[in-house]
């Protein structure tokens, strides 16, 4: 009790010392006076018996100390009293706490965000979900690392074989575009997503429902049995305003009726990373997609992702190893479609086991925003060196009043503690803007990324930590050298500081080559952006407009009817020159890939296949895109499924399969295409007839950048329900509510998946390219800019603190010239070597910049000379006014300096 | 050392409770000038002991403080003990006869 209260009393007085000071004051004073009247009482005169107390009672100041300990904390009144010494000096100097802090605020924001991503992906369980840690995913690879999808009788045997999983369940891989029909209870015509789930999915996910009912066990699992659908709580209130009465009624999905059954809970957004607006039963997978029933016998049809929930007291390693053990059995009793396909159990997060090139991009961007912090932290730590030599002599005067080193140093500390604090709230908003801006992108790009990105606890924990330890990396050098200061000598005001020196120019060094790494990376993507504007692409992407729309509802047999009837119509549009249809885009991330053989010519390096990339296309496919045919003709009427199966090569295919030979040589020559089934089963294969040779396409997204081997097949005798109107318009005018007009008016329920200009499309293929240049270079620009402000510190100081040297010399007969080549020798040493280092710094990260990105050239001479030579001159301009300055330095000026 | 601090410490509580549980209220030049005369040899009490001394207990709520005159007139912080420090110097002493006549006994063992 009496230590509580004492505890509680000391705390009082740490926040409210006036009182206590007083009143200590008063108590010594009256001791001081009682212990006088003593001395006087004994004979001595009012002046020596003043002094007889002062001797008796000892040190005052040291005695009011002593009661300061007792009656508070004295190392958190230190605190208290560093923090408003730092606020105050931080005020001091606005520009300087601004510049420092935003450069912080800018690199710890850009690592939360990255972070606030990766988390997202990679380690987040699935949101609106009862107990999501028991919650796993199951992934089937093929070799080494890969966590794909499987077939429905492969996930019968795992739910049915697994004791360690309470409930096994599947879904689609992603969620298909579906059209939603517009019926005449009021609901529009849409492109919807919606996914296939096995009917235990929301039970064993325990997903609460905030209307009617979910799936659960007792629906009905058999083909075509159960045509009920569930709604996600986004796409209820998106479309039907939350309105409780739609449960029960009909929703027409690609030409099927489907039943509302229920709406999901707000706070789940499915168990992938692509947005779902509905939900059906696995029992109408073939109803719904073009898998017909092969989607439930076909155990090679690897559609479907599985997950599952552990059974109670079941560790996830123990579930894992038994997956395994599943797989293994699997492979070995189903060789044909199991061979080499092993089972691998992970704790459930939206990218599982992913390591593709989303991982890939990550990381890159992970070590970019990293080299961001670290410059901002070098510049950082080399002003605050610079400050800490500016106050050598209030320092000095400290350590001379008696402050102990430690004291200093947790002082300056504090200081940097401050800044870095302002600096990591500042990004941890900075974060909080770009993410949501990032969650809105991804949601609205083609791709219609669902990643719930927060800020949340551990992104804080992550980003505090983040900021403590660069505050201490870039606060300790300075703090220990600041309080280091050698009191006679900081006292004199013209010593010299070679310690000092050496470790603010390997901070400027530091800065320079990292701020020069980024802007060579920015300059780097800037010319891979700049080659993708400039080269040929073989084709011309001005005035296309595009419509991809998603035929599901249609069969092989009405499908291509419909397609020829709408390139009919949008050709008779007003504005529209040509229109075509194809299923792959020049510039964009998809590619159809598959491999042929050639009649009598073998294909490279004992490959079995040559490969190369698919189109399927209409006619006139190629004027519309005005890609030259170099021989033969184009697809015309006449080739219909049927008719004799035709293919058209690009250039680069011809000169693949026939070397040696002239393009023109290509027609009247043979392919043959391996068939499959949907369930990718070979069944024999297919005779091509090439009737055409066209130019090559040069495409320069991310993923196909070279101009690859391309063999275009009619739409008429290859079906794809996913297919792009191309329409060329005559001034370039956007059709999109044309087209659309005209979609509804043949079919209602046929909505536009995406609207864009080719331009468009293949300025999106890009991002990476762009998210990279605009990153790397907005923050090196940032870098160099400090690198510029230190540099000019760092030679003003020079020059301060040789001003009398500098006079002597000058005194004694020395060259102006020769003063500014002293000058600038010292200032620009730290510079060169920087910029030397950046440079090999740079070479190095192209290299690992061009095994992520198409189009970075490894070593570009002009960007790495036009950088160096940038970062020079405004080092030289930097250092060129303080080197003035001291050209000005008149000899008895700087002897009466002092 | 530090024992010595903290066995010195805990003394000087006893010391100070005692002297003003048979003195009645005292200031802090009173309590030093009457250790000094109690004192059977020579002792001097350092102020930058005592002032913490009656800050803790102050603190502690044993004894409390109150500004008075003294008989010349003079401005002075008295200081009495108080309900809670009776209780805790008859704990204290308590605390002490058993720790010193521990130590008496050991001494007198080992000798």
């Given amino acids: 009790m009496s230590r509580l209260r004492r505890c509680a009393l000391r705390f009082y007085n740490v926040l409210r010392p006036e009182r206590a000071e007083v009143d200590a004051d008063r108590e010594v004073a009256a001791h001081l006076a009682l212990l006088q009247d003593e001395f006087q009482s004994r004979g001595l005169t009012p002046e020596e018996a003043r002094q007889a107390a002062r001797r008796a009672f000892g040190g005052v100041t040291q005695v009011k100390q002593s009661h300061r300990d007792a009656r508070s904390f004295v190392w958190l009144a230190d605190a208290a009293q560093d923090l408003r010494h730092g606020l105050r000096i931080l005020r001091r100097g606005p520009l300087f706490t601004l510049t420092a802090a935003l450069s912080l605020a800018i690199g710890i924001g850009a690592n939360t965000t990255i972070v606030t991503l990766a988390t997202a992906l990679f380690f987040r369980p699935p949101t609106g979900v009862t107990d999501s840690a028991r919650v796993v995913d199951i992934g089937s690879n093929r070799g080494p690392g890969g966590f794909g999808p499987g077939s429905y009788p492969n996930y019968l045997d795992v739910r049915q074989r697994t004791t360690t999983l309470a409930s096994a369940y599947a879904y689609s891989r992603f969620p298909q575009p579906m059209s939603l029909a517009s019926t005449e209870n009021g609901i529009r015509a849409d492109r919807v997503f919606g996914t296939v789930v096995t009917t235990n999915y929301f039970t064993a996910l325990g997903v609460a429902p905030v209307a009617g009912r979910l799936f659960d066990v007792s629906d009905s699992q058999q083909p075509g049995a159960s045509p009920i659908a569930v709604l996600s709580h986004g796409f209820w209130t998106r479309r039907f305003n939350r309105d409780t009465s739609i449960v029960g009624r009909t929703l027409t999905l690609n030409g099927a009726p489907f039943t509302i059954v229920g709406v999901a809970s707000a706070g789940f957004r499915g168990t992938g990373i692509r947005a779902s607006d509905v939900w059906v039963p696995m029992g109408m997978a073939g109803t719904i997609t073009t898998r017909g029933m092969a989607a439930f016998t076909d155990r090679a049809a690897a559609w479907l992702l599985r997950g599952g929930r552990l059974t109670p007291n079941v560790l996830i390693a123990q579930a894992a190893a038994e997956m395994e053990v599943i797989g293994q059995t699997l492979a070995r009793e189903y060789p044909t479609e199991n061979r080499d396909t092993t089972l691998r159990l992970l704790a459930s997060s939206p990218a599982p086991g992913s390591n593709g090139p989303l991982v890939a991009f990550l990381t890159l961007l992970t070590l970019i925003v990293s080299l961001v912090l670290a410059v901002a932290c070098a510049n950082v730590a080399g002003v605050l060196l610079a400050r800490a030599t500016a106050r050598r002599q209030e320092i000095a005067v400290r350590l001379t009043l008696g402050a102990g080193r430690g004291r200093v140093v947790r002082q300056l500390l504090t200081e940097t503690l401050l800044l870095f604090a302002f600096g990591g709230t500042a990004g941890l908003w900075l974060a909080h803007g770009a993410t949501s801006l990032l969650s809105s992108y991804l949601l609205a790009s083609s791709f219609a990324l669902d990643v719930p990105l927060v800020v949340d606890a551990h992104v804080l924990v992550f980003t505090t930590a983040l900021t403590l330890v660069a505050a201490l990396v870039s606060g300790l050098a300075p703090a220990l050298q600041g309080s280091g200061a050698d009191v006679a000598t900081a006292l004199k005001d013209n010593a010299q500081a070679p310690a000092h020196l050496r470790l603010r120019h390997l901070f400027l060094g530091a800065q320079v080559s990292l701020s020069l790494l980024l802007v060579v990376l920015a300059g780097l993507c800037g010319r891979a952006l700049q080659r993708a504007g400039s080269v040929d692409p073989g084709f011309d992407p001005h005035g296309v407009e595009l419509a991809s729309i998603d035929l599901s509802g249609y069969t092989g047999a009405t499908g291509p009817r419909f397609a020829r009837e709408l390139v009919d119509r949008v050709r008779r549009l007003p504005g529209v020159t040509d229109a075509s249809v194809a299923a792959v885009l020049p510039g964009g991330f998809e590619t159809r890939r598959q491999g042929l053989t050639v009649p009598g010519v073998s294909p490279p390096n004992g490959q079995r296949f040559f490969g190369v990339d698919w189109n399927i296309i209409e006619p006139d496919y190629f004027s519309t895109l005005r890609i030259p045919l170099l021989a033969g003709r184009d697809f015309r009427a006449g080739d219909y499924q049927g008719a004799p199966p035709v293919a058209i090569v690009s250039e680069g295919a011809a000169a693949q399969f026939w070397p040696g030979h002239p393009v023109q040589d290509a027609i009247g020559k043979y392919l043959v295409q391996p068939v499959f089934t949907p369930a990718g089963v070979a069944k024999g294969s297919l005779t091509l007839f090439v009737v055409g040779v066209a130019h090559e396409v040069k495409s320069t997204s991310v993923l196909d950048g070279l101009a690859r081997a391309c063999v275009y097949v009619p739409l008429q005798q290859a079906y794809t329900p996913s297919i792009s109107v191309v329409a060329r318009t005559s001034r370039g005018q956007r059709i999109t509510n044309e087209l659309q007009t005209l979609l509804t008016s043949m079919n209602a329920n046929l909505p536009i998946v995406t609207a864009q200009t080719l331009e468009e499309s293949l300025a999106f293929g890009l991002t990476p390219q762009r998210v990279v240049a605009s990153i790397a270079g907005s923050l090196g620009l940032v870098g160099l800019l400090l690198a510029g402000l230190g540099i000019y510190g760092v030679t003003a100081y020079v020059v301060t603190r040789r001003t009398r040297e500098i006079g002597i010399r000058m005194a004694l007969g020395a060259q102006r010239a020769h003063v500014v080549r002293m000058i600038l020798r010292q200032a620009m040493t730290p510079v060169a070597v920087g910029c030397a280092l950046g440079l090999v710094l740079a070479a190095a990260g192209s290299r690992v910049l061009t095994a992520y990105l198409f189009g970075i050239p490894a070593i570009d001479p002009v960007v790495f000379c036009g950088v160096a030579a940038l970062f020079l001159l405004i080092a030289l301009s930097a250092c060129s006014t303080p080197a003035r300055r001291a050209t000005r330095i008149q000899a008895m000026d700087a002897l009466r300096y002092e | ?111």
């Fill in chain 2, 1 to 111: 050392m530090k024992e010595r601090v903290e066995l010195l410490q805990g003394t000087l509580d006893l010391i100070i409770l005692r002297a003003l549980a048979t003195m009645g209220p005292q200031h802090a030049y009173a309590l030093t000038a009457r250790l000094e005369q109690v004192a059977d040899h020579p002792f001097t009490l350092n102020q930058g002991t005592l002032y913490p001394a009656l800050v803790r207990l102050e603190q502690k709520g044993w004894i409390k403080g109150a500004w008075q005159k003294t008989e010349h007139g003079r401005d002075a912080k008295y200081y009495g003990i108080t309900r809670p420090g009776t209780r805790a110097l008859e704990q204290q002493t308590d605390r002490w006869r058993r720790l010193s006549g521990l130590v008496e006994k050991l001494l007198l063992d080992e000798s």
